[in-house]
């Protein structure tokens, strides 16, 4: 598979080859390249950003999860934001969702209300 890293601006065109027991990337410039493509092909992960509902309030709350969750859970955390309210007041930092979907991440808030 071909992927472009995305941890620094130069954007390395990675060529990912996944055997039965073994990853190996080629194509990155240094070796946070070959680190993500290892990660991308075996298990990859993504911040989840989202808005949750605000009782007594028509703004919602931005949140975050806090570091990145598999991307297969994705659309579970999504579906879980879009159902939760929160009550005021909240701080940036604050969690809203403690081992979001049983992942181990919390999901926390990412600007006061
Ligand atoms: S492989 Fe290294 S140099 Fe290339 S984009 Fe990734 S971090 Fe940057």
Do not use: M, R, S, T
């Given at each position: 598979m071909r992927l472009i890293c995305i941890?620094?601006?130069?954007?390395c065109e990675l060529d990912v080859t996944v055997t039965e027991d073994r990853v190996t990337v080629a194509g990155?410039?240094?070796p946070r390249g070959e680190a993500y493509g290892v990660a991308e092909a075996t298990n990859p992960v993504r911040m989840v950003t989202g808005l949750v509902k605000v009782a007594g309030s028509r703004r919602p709350l931005p949140v975050k999860t806090r570091r990145a969750i598999p991307k297969g859970r994705i659309a579970e955390i999504t579906n879980l934001l879009a159902n939760t309210t929160v009550i005021p007041p909240k701080r940036i930092g604050?969690?809203?969702?403690?081992d979001v979907c049983g992942t181990g991440v919390d999901v926390v808030a990412t600007a006061d209300f």
């Open positions: 941890n620094c601006p130069k954007g990155q410039g240094c604050d969690v809203i969702i403690p």
